[in-house]
């Protein structure tokens, strides 16, 4: 099966810019995840879907940032304007909600952001 | 105190050597998950396990629930093996996971 597919990967841009990140889950994955991973340190959640609802979005700084699952596929993640500390890398992550192996987690390869 | 604390935070060993990181939280828990970062981002899920016992390959994953702490065994290290480990639970209460720092691991030929 085709894996969490995310774009850009890398993505540079000057401060007070918008960007906007792309995320299609895994065929069949309800739950979809947008983290922010800066450099050292782990994963941080910023906005959970299931289906195109949001369970968890109480780590996502709403002044700048949006997130989007409107059809209950695909999620666009977006930031305006971006500053400084944004530079990370955006992780999408998908999982099943029933099934085999509900729960775990399959990662895209992340989205690099530079804001300079 | 972090919730997730995983041990060592780096780890180096020569090819062939049995390795193991450590990871004890001190929350209930529904679910434990082993992840393997290489460098440039992309994030692996190696196991998921609430009880017992989970192997793939190499890799080993054991949960001691009363005593809350689980360990990644890693048999036979090779250099491909080098990465960042992670640790992360799912809470009884709430879904989302909280995260250990990590564990670097370095294996030399």
């Known amino acids: 099966e085709a894996g969490v597919a995310q774009s850009p990967r890398y993505k540079i841009i000057e401060k007070r810019q918008s960007v906007a990140f792309w995320c299609n889950p895994i065929?069949?994955?309800?739950?979809l995840y947008w983290y922010q991973q800066i450099l050292g340190q782990g994963p941080k959640l910023l906005i959970q879907?299931?289906?195109?609802?949001?369970?968890?979005d109480s780590q996502l700084p709403k002044d700048r940032f949006s997130a989007e699952r409107l059809k209950g596929v695909d999620s666009t993640l977006k930031i305006q304007p971006a500053k400084l500390e944004d530079s990370a890398v955006y992780l999408c992550?998908?999982?099943?909600?029933?099934?085999?192996?509900?729960?775990?987690?399959?990662f895209g390869e992340g989205s690099r952001l530079t804001v300079l | 105190k972090n919730e997730v604390e995983q041990s060592p935070q780096n780890l180096t060993a020569q090819e062939g050597e049995f390795i193991t990181i450590n990871c004890s939280y001190s929350?209930?828990?529904?679910?434990l998950h082993w992840l393997q970062q290489h460098p440039g981002g992309g994030i692996v899920s190696l196991f998921m396990?609430?009880?017992g016992k989970k192997k793939h390959g190499r890799l080993i994953a054991t949960i001691n629930i009363q005593e809350k702490h689980s360990s990644l065994h890693i048999t036979a290290s090779h250099p491909r093996d080098s990465a960042v480990y992670i640790c992360?639970?799912?809470?009884?209460?709430?879904?989302?996971?909280?995260f250990g720092e990590g564990t670097q691991l370095t294996v030399n030929p």
């Open positions: 992550a998908s999982s099943r909600l029933r099934g085999p192996n509900t729960g775990e987690l399959f």
């Open positions: 396990l609430s009880s």
């Open positions: 879907f299931q289906n195109n609802g949001v369970v968890d």
């Open positions: 065929s069949g994955h309800a739950t």
């Open positions: 929350v209930g828990i529904s679910a």
């Open positions: 992360a639970v799912k809470k009884t209460s709430g879904s989302r996971l909280t």
